[in-house]
């Protein structure tokens, strides 16, 4: 996996797909390649390592249309050249592009070997291209011969195939991996994330799992394995281009944290209903009777997702008085869970496309179960699945780690909550204390943020240690493990978050001068508990960086450093306690000189297991 570009037209599709591999760096790939179909000849040209390396390779006079690209994220098979994408058959005629993963690709490895023919990659992906080069004969046209060769392959697809035997045109499929087709005038593009088109169209066709689509210069034609014709028409995407540009910010790391005061306006903008302190939440598709009937709440994501799902737990059962648990999806999908109608379900996905959340959302509507999501991109492949939501509109996230939405997940949550307790036991004062503790949220977070030179101080300092311990009670151990997960993405300092009390019971044996302590503390009924934590840390000589509220003296003279944030509602504080953890891991990255939008061995959405 990870991002697909073409174009067909009358232009030369050779930089349009490469400007479009640039727009899909930030989800993370280690290798690069594109073909293109030029007087009916097929050239492929591929490069491990960046964007840059493969560019240095390409003939100046390369051009053509159509054209595919690919930046891939090694799941089987090391980065190298002969494992980036494309594919081709064993004529050098057709290549193709995959996203996903074929899990027979063992099986047709060894099938396509006993007839004779040589893999050149270790890839699953390449059969692909054998198995549409063998149909194409007997099959007629490209499009059937795509249609006979994924009907061999289990597991999942995002495709695009060129031939140079059909130089007309690009075709694509899709299961279970992302694939929008971008609209021109007398041109079509297709990608697997509209981030790679909204420079060249806003009309775009959101491809749904089984079926195929043929694009050529005069338009797209869209249809099912059994080549029944599907009606589809073109959305508008709805972000402006500017709003994948990283303006005057050094990273997009840095932009998404600096936008959250104006994220999480959006995500409240039209919701809170003062007439009665609730939440009006258009998209949830459930009546007061149905919110009556839950008796327990399952969040289920991925990363960030899990964390924010664990800190919403926190919020939705202190707010509603229902159990509320959350789990990673991946846990969950794999464990056979017992489904029951009266537990509501919400996946947390901010691209919508987590194999891992998408599966773990399948299982629950195969059982019977009822799923809302909190999602950020619109019409996203999880969006779609589920029974209804809340769309985060913290506009796009580039940077591979989360941020801004993780925070707009936490708002999000905080709004469902407030809908779901005011429908049962939270009377109107609380609902009015916390509809004001919401709006004061991105003026407090611009306070927060407005420290960040203290914080890059404090960063350039802790950043020099090779070990970190995050702690946390209750609502501030989730904190906590976010705090934690941030640093550990892009700074590559290894950081471990327990709950403060848990330190006592095996980690304080590392705790020494080398290893410090970052303390998440709200001023909350646990405060007096998080002291003597801190007391055991300080006797073991170990330094403590406090991220808690003024006005505690005692906790201030036990911390080697503090930073205040200001304080919200109890069951808000872990959002704006959250942000200053952000840009303590961005800095710290900085100050090592990480690659701080492309960290590592990581990538932005994970659309395989
Ligand atoms: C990847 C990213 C994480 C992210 C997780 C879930 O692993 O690197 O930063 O939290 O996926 O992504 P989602 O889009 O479902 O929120």
Same mark, same amino acid.
């Given at each position: 996996m990870c991002g697909i570009v073409g174009y067909v037209g009358r232009r030369d599709g050779v930089p349009i797909v490469l400007e479009g591999l640039h727009r899909l760096e930030y989800r993370g790939y280690d290798s690069a390649g594109l073909a293109v179909v030029g007087r009916s000849a097929l050239k492929v040209h591929k490069a491990a390592g960046k964007i840059r390396a493969l560019e240095a390779t *390409? /003939? #100046?006079?390369?051009k053509g249309s159509p054209c595919i690209g690919h930046t891939r994220w090694a799941t089987?098979?090391? /980065?190298?050249d002969d494992n980036a994408h494309p594919h081709c058959d064993a004529g050098g005629r057709l290549a193709i592009v995959h996203n996903g993963i074929v899990d027979n690709g063992a099986e047709l490895r060894a099938e396509l070997s006993a007839r004779g023919v040589e893999l050149?990659?270790?890839?699953? @992906?390449?059969v692909l291209a054998h198995l549409i080069a063998q149909a194409l004969p007997s099959a007629g046209s490209l499009e059937q011969a795509v249609r006979e060769a994924v009907r061999r392959v289990a597991g999942t697809y995002g495709l695009s195939v060129v031939s140079a035997d059909h130089p007309d045109r690009i075709v694509v499929a899709r299961n279970g991996s992302p694939v929008v087709l971008g609209v021109g005038e007398r041109e079509m593009f297709v990608a697997s994330d509209a981030a790679a088109l909204v420079r060249h169209t806003q009309q775009v066709v959101y491809l749904d799992d089984g079926e195929i689509a043929v694009l050529t210069a005069d338009g797209y034609e869209t249809s099912t394995l059994d080549a029944e014709p599907t009606d589809k028409r073109p959305d508008r995407?709805?972000? !402006?281009?500017? $709003?994948y540009d990283k303006g005057e910010h050094a990273h997009y790391m840095l932009k998404e944290i600096s936008e959250q005061p104006e994220a999480v306006e959006r995500t409240l903008r039209g919701r809170l209903d003062r007439r009665f302190e609730t939440t009006h939440l258009?998209?949830?598709? *459930?009546?007061p009777r149905d919110v009556l009937a839950i008796r327990r709440i399952k969040i289920l994501g991925c990363g960030s997702g899990y964390y924010a799902g664990l800190s919403g737990a926190h919020l939705l059962e202190t707010l509603t008085r229902i159990p509320t648990h959350a789990e990673p999806a991946s846990e969950f999908r794999y464990r056979n869970p017992v489904i029951e109608p009266d537990v509501l379900y919400i996946a947390i996905s901010?691209?919508?496309?987590?194999f891992d959340t998408l599966a773990a959302v399948q299982e629950v509507k195969r059982k019977g179960g009822r799923v809302l999501g909190v999602i950020?991109?619109?019409?996203?492949t999880i969006a779609r699945a589920c029974d209804g939501g809340i769309y985060m509109?913290?506009?796009?996230? !580039?940077? !591979?780690? @989360?941020t801004k939405t993780f925070t707009c997940t936490l708002v999000a949550l905080a709004l469902l909550a407030l809908h779901i307790g005011r429908v049962r036991d939270l009377g109107p004062a609380d609902g009015r204390r916390l509809i004001e503790a919401l709006l004061a949220l991105p003026e407090q977070i611009r306070q927060v943020l407005g420290g960040r030179d203290r914080i890059a101080e404090l960063a350039a300092r802790y950043s020099q240690y090779r070990h970190a311990f995050f702690i946390g009670r209750a609502a501030g151990y989730p904190a906590a493990l976010e705090g934690a997960q941030k640093l550990k993405e892009v700074s590559y300092i290894h950081a471990e978050a327990y /709950? $403060? $009390?848990?330190? #006592?019971?095996?980690?304080? $044996? *590392? !705790? @020494? /001068?080398d290893t410090p302590t970052v303390a998440v503390l709200p001023?909350?009924?646990l405060l007096d508990k998080s002291v003597s934590s801190l007391e055991e840390i300080r006797a073991r000589k170990g330094p403590v960086l406090g991220i808690t509220h003024a006005g505690d003296a005692r906790l201030d003279a036990l911390c080697d450093d503090v930073l205040h944030v200001p304080r919200s509602a109890p069951e808000l504080d872990p959002i704006v306690l959250g942000v200053p953890l952000q840009l303590l891991a961005y800095e710290a990255a900085v100050a090592l000189g990480r690659d701080v939008d492309q960290p590592r061995n990581l990538a932005k959405s994970v659309t395989v297991e």
């Open positions: *390409l /003939p #100046k006079r390369l089987h098979g090391e /980065p190298s050149r990659s270790e890839t699953d @992906s390449e995407v709805g972000v !402006v281009p500017e $709003a258009g998209g949830l598709n *459930l009546e901010q691209s919508g496309e987590t950020n991109v619109v019409g996203s509109h913290a506009g796009p996230e !580039v940077s !591979v780690t @989360s /709950p $403060a $009390a848990e330190l #006592k019971h095996g980690p304080l $044996a *590392l !705790v @020494s /001068p001023h909350d009924h």
